[in-house]
């Protein structure tokens, strides 16, 4: 009878020890998990800003009268490229689900159509800048509601 005390006392530690590398465990995943979001949501918030910044510069670019055809394509060539939307693409590909991936996808190219139409002679007026005006709308309503749903933002919030 003399071993039940040692023997009760070793389960005892042995089950305390466990709980506290469960715990232990269960709040690292947990941490992680709130500083992946976090990352998410930082990188949807730059890729957002850096597609709003190249939509803004093309549509200045497609209503300043004053380019000519050749002046408007070097610039929206230059203006493209400045917000950083590429590295941001990438980063997107490594940390965002696929569809994420692909509506951000979706949008870029929009927007590298346009650049192309405006490089072309396009102007504001024209149909194609137009057309692909709306299409991208429609594209970044439709980034914005994935990168909602993958953050965990209700529609009606």
Do not use: C
């Not at 005390?5 to 042995?14: M, N, R």
């Not at 850096?50 to 060539?77: F, H, K, M, Q, Y």
């Not at 940390?95 to 994420?100: G, H, I, K, M, Y």
Request: no cysteine.
């Amino acid at each position: 009878m003399e071993w039940i005390s040692p023997v009760s006392t070793a389960l005892g530690a042995g089950i305390g020890v466990g709980a506290t590398l469960l715990a232990d465990r269960l709040r690292w995943r947990r941490e992680r998990e709130d500083r992946a979001l976090e990352t998410r949501q930082q990188l949807y918030a730059e890729y957002s800003a850096a597609l709003s910044r190249i939509r803004t510069a093309l549509n200045e670019a497609a209503n300043d009268p004053g380019l000519s055809g050749e002046e408007r394509g070097a610039r929206v060539r230059e203006l493209f490229l400045a917000p950083g939307a590429y590295e941001l693409r990438h980063q997107l590909a490594i940390l965002a689900p696929q569809e994420v991936i692909a509506a951000s996808s979706t949008a870029f190219k929009l927007l590298r159509d346009t650049r192309d139409r405006l490089v072309e002679g396009a102007d504001a007026e024209s149909a194609a800048y137009v057309g692909l005006e709306d299409a991208y709308d429609a594209a970044i309503a439709e980034l914005r509601r994935v990168m909602r749903k993958d953050l965990g933002v209700s529609e009606g919030a």
